[in-house]
């Protein structure tokens, strides 16, 4: 009985935890409330992917009211992949956040703080489950809207400045989103992605489909901030709560690229997108430029926190890349990095906040000589930046891997060059911690910082281990991936 | 059966970790057990794949052993126990655990039957050498193993993608024989010849390894680029470039020696001199070549390490590096002075020393396919070596002038290191059958005939005079300054002088070049990407949002056209 309902449950039950919180406003209640509505999330996400894998596509029609005229919840192998990835960051930001939050914001504001996580969280997992194109559109103002209160709830009085610019900027590309599914909506007369596909390869790439494709690429690339659109990211990831920015740059950019994934590859179709149009080249030409300038601009930042944001906006160079290979090794490495790339910015600023927490910030001044005063810590930046240059037995090498393969396929001997090399870059800026924490003086007064409270450490870690599995036992994450990419592929006519 | 489930390299990394734990005699006890449990291992252990799996869909095998990968596996457990027991007092905890990883890396890549596990561990071999580096703890050791740490990190992107595109290409990850047909073994031979301080990157070798500690340039001399010799041998051997590639080197190698001060530094280019003929001889690609190649990376690693070792111990004693402040030692520092000569000798290859039975090989190869001019070149070559390796090095330290030091011999452990290195240069050289034994063809070989033996002699022998006729040219080029002296107003002279400017110069130009270039390129790029820079600065959300509006225009643009 409940579990024929799970895909509603997954959205629902986070979706209610918030009002609840707002009620009972107590911080310690509204904590135990979150924690317990995103493990219920995750554990429903692993039920759903294990069904998944068991009968291929789960189909749930909201209130009874069969698709495509009621909205309809729609679970496959690539959206039940994505839900793994966020109801886990999810269920482990939230244990998380207790120490966090309670040390970073005043106590009026927690309970603000677990209600809007709540918000993000059904957002974020709703627009993945949704197989509804305005749906989509509807968890992701509900996603973004909280994502921007939990921006400007952090300390620094930047975080205002930087959430209000994200506003601006992400109701722009949602905006651009919502009319490219108007137009869509006026060509198929439907709104339901299974439905507007089959309605579209009838109509094929007339004018308004184009310029729906043109609106919906822009307005997803601003959302996972494909360079020269991510210009919001940084300051966004810089300032907001260490929690927050935990959440937010493990899965926020990883959902955009999912629905990004969904239209071209479900929606529009392979053979429109990546035949006819030249898309592909033009996704190329901006991963490389994002790649290259993100992380070099990463290798002069002042703060740590802001360098790891510039280095999201290269591993999202990465992702697109994959997918602008458009072939099966290419969109199975761009999956599989949304996932490792998705747990090991998870588990760097996770650990960066408890530095933040003990330290005071995480200005490269004052991470000098922290190796010794916080090991366990700075040993766990150590093994996810070893995760993030793509080192062989980290989860980052599995994704680095199969964009080489894909690129080589393609016949882009240069493109797999410049993969590897700049992941040279990732090892210099990876390199500037290991230089501040351990080779350098300890700053005055580093002598009684101590380590991060044990909570946040337990479950940083558990990522952190994460990154190290993923890096051996592949089954998941590459056979997930590859059934996806297969079911990407599969859609085109 | 333990053979079997026992690794190697796993076994000496492991025990690399427990050295940073342990202190006192229970280091001591692993430091020298350990590599002495692992000879036996490899000695014992049945040819073929003992470990295998599969990961991301591919083929692995962790632990295979061949004839070759025993050769080279032995002569690197032998050097992982002298190398210890030479370190034993080495003060820094670091230096010895990170020889160890080194080691164990390089085994690994040894009994690597694929080139996956062979990537890994050679990226694992560049940190651990690194380490190596570093842990002499001075900044120039600092800054020459970050330089070493990045040529050794782009050698291994190099390898990566050949690896990449090879396994793309075929499906395998067999490490078998490559060919040069496609981009992806190309980028695998330069990955290789990389670590094997092939030009034009031959210059990380004498750049780093001399600043490691005393005991440190003991391990380095040793692995990274013999576990590179392995590879090509396993994967290129008779590929004609090579043969080029290695001669460049074995001149290289010997020219800058003759112009260097620095007693290890010299050496050092005396590494690449001699992997240059290994390279050589598996670029000619004979049964003979190759058998001669394998069994010239054994002796060299034995020699070139006493070598260190006796330098090692004069740097110990006398904290001194060039030669011209040093010399005379041999008054106080005999036995020190006796290993170096015999290692010297070996080096050489004199008769009855180890050198003598692996060099003569090569050249008995390259005469038996009658390629004159390699054979030709490898003659001068020999007696280049003398020059610089067999007579400079022990003649400017332990000789030549008095300069008033007087050292005490380095600890027991030290001189028991150099004692058995020098018994093995010694005993190799007369009892070379085991060693022949070990070698992957059996070419029945006899190195002791008349011929060889007079042709050699001769060699050394004129080698051995010109040195000393022209001593007085060669002593002026050690000096740093460049004080015009009426002495060089004669013709002679004055070209060796002209040559060495020639040559300094050049050297100068092109390092400035190259300084310049990548001083400007560092400029620009932190111009545009620095804190406060174009990429880097915080926008306007009206700037923000014109991209947006113009990335649209864009994509409405080309969807339409």
């Known amino acids: 009985?409940?579990?024929?309902?799970?895909?509603?449950?997954?959205?629902?039950?986070?979706?209610?935890?918030?009002?609840?919180?707002?009620?009972?406003?107590?911080?310690?209640?509204?904590?135990?409330?979150?924690?317990?509505?995103?493990?219920?999330?995750?554990?429903?996400?692993?039920?759903?992917?294990?069904?998944?894998?068991?009968?291929?596509?789960?189909?749930?029609?909201?209130?009874?009211?069969?698709?495509?005229?009621?909205?309809?919840?729609?679970?496959?192998a690539l959206s039940a992949f994505m839900l793994v990835l966020v109801s886990a960051i999810g269920a482990l930001v939230a244990p998380y956040a207790l120490r966090s939050v309670a040390a970073e914001l005043p106590r009026e504001q927690h309970y603000l703080f677990y209600a809007v996580f709540c918000l993000c969280l059904a957002g974020l997992l709703g627009m993945t489950i949704t197989g509804d194109a305005f749906n989509v559109f509807v968890f992701m103002e509900i996603a973004s809207l909280s994502m921007y209160v939990l921006i400007a709830l952090g300390r620094d009085r930047r975080a205002l400045l930087a959430s209000y610019q994200y506003l601006l900027l992400g109701t722009i590309g949602a905006t651009f989103y919502v009319i490219g599914v108007g137009l869509l909506y006026l060509v198929t007369g439907t709104l339901n992605i299974a439905d507007m596909a089959e309605r579209l390869a009838q109509v094929g790439g007339t004018r308004p489909v184009l310029a729906a494709l043109a609106f919906i690429t822009v307005g997803l690339s601003l959302k996972l901030a494909l360079f020269p659109l991510h210009l919001w990211l940084p300051n966004a990831y810089a300032y907001a709560p260490s929690a927050a920015t935990a959440l937010l740059a493990a899965t926020a950019t990883k959902v955009s690229v999912y629905v990004l994934l969904r239209f071209y590859f479900t929606v529009f179709g392979a053979g429109l997108v990546v035949r006819t149009l030249p898309v592909p080249e033009i996704l190329i030409g901006l991963s490389i430029a994002a790649i290259v300038t993100a992380s070099l601009v990463a290798l002069w930042q002042a703060d740590f926190k802001r360098l790891l944001a510039y280095s999201s906006v290269a591993q999202v160079g990465y992702i697109t890349l994959g997918i602008g290979l458009a072939s099966a090794d290419g969109l199975t490495a761009a999956v599989v990095h949304l996932f490792n790339h998705g747990i090991t910015k998870g588990a760097l600023f996770m650990l960066v906040g408890g530095i933040a927490l003990r330290a005071g910030g995480v200005n490269f001044a004052r991470l000098q000589g922290l190796g010794r005063a916080m090991p366990v810590t700075c040993l766990g930046v150590t093994l996810a930046g070893l995760s993030l240059i793509g080192v062989p037995g980290t989860a980052g090498f599995i994704s680095k891997w199969y964009l080489v393969l894909g690129a080589l396929e393609a016949g882009h001997w240069w493109l797999a060059g410049l993969v590897v090399l700049t992941s040279l870059i990732a090892v210099a800026y990876v390199w500037r911690f290991v230089e501040a924490a351990y080779l350098s003086a300890p700053a005055p007064g580093a002598a009684r910082i101590a380590e991060a409270p044990l909570p946040m450490l337990a479950v940083s870690w558990v990522l952190v281990a994460a990154c190290i599995w993923f890096g051996f036992d592949t089954s998941f994450t590459v056979e997930g991936a590859r059934r996806a990419a297969a079911l990407m592929l599969g859609g085109a006519p | 059966m333990a053979s079997a489930l026992l690794h190697p390299g796993l076994l000496i990394v492991i025990a690399g970790f427990a050295l940073a734990l342990l202190r006192g005699r229970a280091r001591a006890a692993v430091a020298l057990a350990a590599p002495l449990a692992v000879l036996a291992l490899i000695l014992a252990a049945p040819a073929g794949i003992a470990w295998s799996g599969t990961w991301l869909g591919l083929e692995i095998r962790p632990l295979a052993y061949d004839a070759l990968s025993r050769l080279f596996a032995v002569v690197f457990a032998i050097m992982m126990f002298a190398g210890a027991l030479f370190a034993l007092n080495q003060q820094s905890r670091l230096e010895l655990p990170a020889a160890f990883v080194y080691g164990g890396a390089a085994l690994g890549a040894l009994l690597a039957g694929d080139l996956v596990t062979l990537f890994v561990c050679w990226e694992l071999m560049a940190v651990g050498s690194t380490l190596v580096i570093w842990s002499a703890g001075s900044s120039p050791a600092y800054r020459a193993s970050m330089r070493y740490l990045a040529i050794h990190l782009l050698g291994g992107v190099l390898l990566f993608a050949g690896i990449a595109g090879h396994v793309a290409a075929t499906g395998s990850t067999e490490f078998g024989r490559l060919a040069l047909d496609t981009p992806a073994h190309w980028l695998i031979l330069a990955g290789f010849l990389v670590n094997a301080g092939a030009p034009p990157l031959s210059a990380w070798l004498p750049d780093a390894y001399p600043e490691a500690s005393w005991s440190g340039m003991v391990f380095l001399s040793a692995f990274t680029t013999k576990t590179a010799v392995y590879v090509l041998l396993r994967g290129f051997p008779g590929t004609e470039l090579l043969v080029w590639v290695g001669l460049f080197m074995v001149f290289y190698g010997i020219v800058y020696a003759l112009l260097e001060n620095d007693m290890r530094r010299i050496l050092a280019y005396s590494i690449v001199n001699q992997v240059g003929f290994m390279v050589t001889g598996i670029g000619i690609g004979t049964e003979m070549a190759l058998n001669g190649a394998a069994a010239h990376a054994f002796t060299h690693i034995i020699y070139k390490a006493l070598l260190l070792m006796s330098a090692g111990s004069v740097l110990y004693a006398t904290q001194k590096r060039k030669c011209t402040d040093l010399g005379g030692l041999f008054r106080t520092m005999p036995l020190t002075a006796l290993c170096g000569g015999i290692g010297a000798l070996a080096i050489s290859s004199f008769p009855l020393t180890s050198g003598f039975v692996s060099k003569s090989m090569i050249s008995q190869a390259a005469g038996d396919e009658h390629l004159l001019w390699v054979w030709l070149a490898l003659a001068a070559a020999t007696a280049g070596v003398f020059l610089h390796a067999g007579i400079k090095f022990p003649w400017f330290v332990f000789f030549q002038k008095d300069s008033g030091l007087r050292p005490e011999e380095p600890p027991l452990n030290m001189r028991l290191a150099m004692l058995l290195f020098a018994a093995l240069c010694i005993g190799l050289g007369i009892f070379y059958e085991p060693l022949y034994a070990l070698l992957p063809f059996g070419t029945g070989y006899v190195p002791y005939t008349g011929s060889h033996v007079v042709v050699q002699l001769e060699l050394l022998l004129f080698s051995g005079l010109a040195f000393f006729v022209m001593l007085p040219m060669l002593r002026r080029t050690l000096t740093i300054t460049l004080d015009v002296d009426w002495f060089y107003r004669r013709l002679a002279p004055l070209l060796v002088r002209a040559c060495s400017l020639a040559l300094r110069a050049m050297g100068e130009s092109l390092g400035m070049a190259k300084d310049g270039g990548m001083r400007r390129i560092k400029a620009a790029t932190h111009a545009l990407h620095g804190p406060q820079a174009l990429f880097a600065r915080t926008w306007t959300t009206g700037g923000m949002a014109l991209w947006a509006a113009l990335l649209l225009a864009g994509y409405l643009l080309v969807v339409y056209v």
């Open chain 1, 1 to 76: 009985m409940i579990a024929e309902h799970l895909p509603a449950l997954q959205v629902v039950v986070p979706l209610a935890a918030a009002p609840l919180i707002v009620l009972l406003r107590q911080p310690g209640v509204a904590w135990a409330l979150a924690v317990a509505a995103s493990v219920f999330a995750f554990g429903a996400s692993l039920v759903l992917a294990a069904e998944v894998a068991r009968v291929g596509v789960i189909s749930y029609a909201m209130g009874n009211w069969p698709p495509p005229w009621g909205i309809e919840y729609r679970v496959d």
